[in-house]
């Protein structure tokens, strides 16, 4: 019989576990580091062979991606490895299968070293979070001790990536959820982040991805108008970015084509415009570094738009049709043309300001991380501008809206319900049931308790403790549904207002849905409200009430 350790949840075990993570995890960055750079090397030296070779390697590099996740992954599908992570925290419980860390890992580096466009962040956090959640199961942890630590793997991973240690802190916190943050993942990600950082650092060396601003740049008033200015133009880009990414996702699914057809016509549009325009192709580094540092300036205006969008183009058939990497460094890519072309355009001295406030405001846009892509900008090109990159990150975070480029991060943390029937819709799709032929009339509870908006508070407490429920949804004169009531909502009302009938409360708006709706729709429509009762009605003209949903069913 296998030997199954346990071990006590004390702080010092945290601390300890935390640190072997980061040390692996660095490590394990390190030999990803080098082994994108063999297969880098490999692609210079066909395309100097002869340009027209990108058509090639771009299409065997999307091949070869498709191909090993195909055979080895438990999950058959490659794309945004960050995504993928937020899903095992929100849905699997951190479990991240070692097949799926390893045959995705090693498909982003191809995809990417053989020209694809795509982030190195990508697979680096994917890597360190299932390294993590391997180790956690392999100690035999609770569910919810793996969900944090696999969290603090993949900050981990980003950490050493990145060269920032306080990007991967603040990824943890904030990559889940749009509008909350993950408090407990703090330490854990502290710990791991700064030793992979460390581990990473001690053979590679701690030059910044970027180069570095030394001077502190104080804006002007009218710097900060720009700046404003940079948010909402960033805003738009990004929404761009965000909406034709998801196109391409919903062409290809919807298209039923052989997998092949489209790994060659992605492989060939992506080489084509990559052997007129290489820049756009792999990460970018080169061309973002150019953009920091100025020396874009003399690209002219509609030179630098159309890249912005070639790279929107080509990271969105790299992702959708077959490839494996990161989103986090194409947006930075297109932050950074963004950041150059409105200085060009405006003919503004004070470039890095601009730039660097551009960069992390597509960031912020794109992934819904506020701190980490202020974090990253300090980390990789200087704390100089913080101020500047502050303003701009957060007028393009509000400005964008809910929209982003992950499927599974949440806009805040649910409640127990909810994440119950989160979990429920998610692995509905993932296993590809019919809910589309379950109806809201089959699956309610016919003739609910109602309370009557005329009620007095006092005898509406009463049915409550016959009935035991906490939410209750109240009607009118006509049994037309007006909202709904909460048991402690009624409790917190002074005992000398208790004569006073319920339409004088806190009446909350309720979800409705139509006896004919999908069930499939209905939970959509709950996890994305964060509800976890939907009222059936009869139509929305009379909004006479049928039925109950709850979350809990």
């Known amino acids: 019989m296998a030997l199954k350790l346990k071990i006590s949840p004390t702080p010092i075990y945290h601390v300890l576990f935390s640190i072997l993570i980061g040390f692996f995890v660095g490590l394990a960055i390190l030999f990803l580091f080098n082994f994108y750079s063999g297969i880098l090397r490999l692609f210079q030296i066909l395309i100097n062979i002869s340009p027209f070779t990108i058509i090639l390697t771009v299409t065997m590099g999307l091949t070869l991606a498709y191909l090993i996740v195909r055979l080895m992954a438990t999950t058959k599908t490659g794309g945004c490895g960050t995504n993928q992570v937020v899903e095992s925290y929100h849905y699997h419980s951190g479990f991240l299968h070692w097949k799926d860390t390893l045959s995705k890992t090693v498909a982003a580096a191809l995809t990417i070293g053989f020209g694809g466009s795509a982030g190195l962040e990508g697979p680096s956090i ?39 240690p306080l990007t991967g802190i603040f990824f943890a916190l904030e990559i889940p959820y749009q509008k909350d943050l993950v408090k407990e993942a703090f330490f854990p990600a502290s710990v791991a982040s700064i030793t992979s950082y460390l581990t990473f650092i001690s053979i590679m060396g701690s030059e910044t991805l970027f180069p570095f601003v030394p001077t502190i740049i104080i804006p002007s008033i009218i710097d900060i108008v720009y700046v404003i200015l940079v948010g909402f133009f960033s805003a738009f880009v990004a929404l761009i970015f965000i909406s034709f990414f998801k196109f391409m996702n919903t062409l290809k699914q919807k298209s039923k084509l052989n997998p092949s057809i489209y790994l060659l016509t992605a492989g060939i549009i992506i080489g084509t415009i990559g052997l007129y325009f290489p820049q756009v192709l792999g990460v970018g580094y080169d061309t973002i570094h150019l953009s920091v540092t100025g020396k874009l300036f003399t690209t002219p205006l509609l030179i630098l738009i159309l890249i912005l969008f070639l790279k929107i183009v080509v990271t969105s058939l790299t ?31 004070s470039h890095e300001i601009f730039i660097m406030a551009s960069i992390a405001a597509v960031m912020a846009a794109t992934s819904k991380t506020l701190l980490t892509s202020v974090a990253f900008v300090a980390e990789t090109c200087g704390p100089s501008s913080i101020i500047p990159t502050l303003i701009a990150a957060c007028v393009s975070f509000f400005a964008s809206g809910k929209l982003s480029f992950y499927e599974s991060q949440l806009l805040r943390r649910p ?86 009938p319920i339409g004088q409360t806190l009446i909350h708006t309720p979800l409705t849905v139509l006896e004919e709706e999908d069930l499939s729709e209905i939970m959509r429509k709950m996890v994305e409200k964060g509800e976890d009762h939907a009222y059936v009605v009869t139509d929305y003209t009379s909004y006479r009430l049928v039925g109950v949903i709850a979350g809990i069913d």
């Not at 979070?129 to 980003?158: C, D, H, V, W, Y």
């Not at 460094?329 to 503004?348: D, E």
């Not at 409640?415 to 809910?435: I, N």
């Not at 939410?471 to 207002?497: A, C, K, M, N, W």
Request: glycine content about 10%; proline content about 4%; hydrophobic content about 45%.
């Open 319 to 349: 992702l959708n049709f077959g490839g494996s990497g990161g989103l986090f460094i194409p947006s930075i890519y297109v932050g950074a043309i963004l950041g150059a072309a409105y200085v060009s355009l405006l003919g503004l001295g």
């Open 126 to 164: 994917l890597l360190g979070g299932g390294l993590a959640s391997t180790l956690a199961q392999k100690l035999n942890l609770r569910p919810e001790e793996i969900r944090i630590f696999m969290l603090a793997g993949a900050a981990a991973g980003l950490a050493a990536i990145f060269k920032a």
């Open 415 to 500: 409640e127990e319900e909810e994440e119950a029937l989160g979990e429920a819709y998610h692995l509905l799709e993932e296993r590809g049931l019919k809910t589309t032929e379950i109806k809201a009339k089959d699956v309610m509870t016919p003739n609910p308790v109602i309370i009557p908006d005329g009620l007095k508070i006092k005898d509406a407490l009463k049915i409550m403790k016959e009935h035991r429920f906490r939410e209750y949804p109240v009607v009118d004169t006509h049994q037309r549904l007006i909202g709904y009531i909460e048991f402690e909502d009624l409790l917190s009302i002074p005992t000398r207002r208790w004569n006073s």
